[in-house]
Nanobody, 124 residues
């Protein structure tokens, strides 16, 4: 499985962006998916995950109520709708996939598939 994240850019505080993660291969629907981000000088942090069925969703506290994760298995695509963006949301955002939801939930250690990141910059 190859993942490619895109949709980042420069936006003013309070604005919105939608990130997409396109996946190759025919196993997309069998994978739990997640978003992570890494700001300059900081460690990678978990943002959100969605289970294989789409019925299990969880967000990190800093983004809860502002970000929405979703998946379109027919399009092999994962999304992250980001609203009410803040300067502290500035980071490179990565999508990830694994058969084990717990690997995504526990910070991404050992996750099988990572996409190349997309830069999100929020100006104040």
């Amino acid at each position: 499985v190859q993942l490619q994240a895109y949709g980042g850019g420069l936006v003013q505080a309070g604005g919105s962006l939608r990130l997409s993660c396109a996946a190759s291969g025919r196993t997309f629907s069998s994978l739990a998916m997640g978003w992570f981000r890494q700001a300059p000088g900081k460690e990678r942090e978990f943002v959100a995950f969605i289970s294989r069925s789409g019925g299990g969703i969880y967000y990190a506290e800093p983004v809860k109520g502002r970000f929405v994760i979703s998946r379109a298995d027919g399009e092999n695509t994962l999304y992250l709708q980001m609203n009410s963006l803040k300067p502290e949301d500035t980071a490179v955002y990565y999508c990830a996939a694994d058969r084990s939801l717990s690997k995504i939930w526990s910070g991404g250690i050992g996750v099988d598939y990572w996409g190349k990141g997309t830069q999100v910059t929020v100006s104040s």
